[in-house]
């Protein structure tokens, strides 16, 4: 019976959707700030030896860098956990993980962005979220084909240039 109910309520769990890459990212993070977390035990305890913790400011201030260190790494292990990774099928259509390049219609500009998860975006990087008005707009669409954006401010209009399957 617990085993039903569990995977009924898994039915309705929303998976974080990401990159091999941006999944292979959050690893990296994570085995960092373990390696890390060892050196911050052994000087909350040099701290905490100094004695009244009342007014020893290095030992709240490296509780607290424990603490946000930890934080972090629940995060992200949360992260892994409820993580879908997606390979594009193929490069015929825009899809998570491909890099498209678009003309802007209203000043013919031509940039080229890869499709990422929510986590991985990063514009000066290049890479847009799938979510966001841009990428929801172009998803699903073919090299050749005109979307129109409807951005909070504006609409805009760009042309599927080039599609690239994932590296």
Do not use: C
């Amino acid at each position: 019976m617990q085993r039903k109910k569990i995977t009924e309520a898994m039915k309705h769990v929303y998976f974080q959707k990401m990159t091999p890459t941006g999944y292979h990212e959050i690893e990296q993070e994570i085995t960092a700030l373990q390696a890390k977390r060892p050196a911050k035990i052994a000087q909350l305890k040099a701290a905490r030896a100094l004695g009244d913790l009342s007014e020893n400011t290095e030992y709240s201030t490296t509780k607290r860098e424990l603490r946000h260190l930890e934080s972090r790494l629940r995060y992200l292990n949360k992260q892994l956990q409820y993580a879908q990774v997606v390979t594009p099928a193929d490069g015929q259509t825009v899809d998570l993980g491909t890099r498209v390049t678009l003309r802007f219609e209203d000043d013919d500009a031509v940039t080229t962005y890869q499709v990422v998860g929510k986590m991985e975006a990063d514009l000066a990087k290049q890479k847009i979220s799938f979510d966001s008005p841009l990428g929801r707009a172009i998803l699903h669409h073919r090299t050749g084909e005109t979307v129109t954006i409807q951005a909070p401010q504006s609409a805009y209009q760009v042309e599927i240039i080039k599609i690239q399957a994932a590296d």
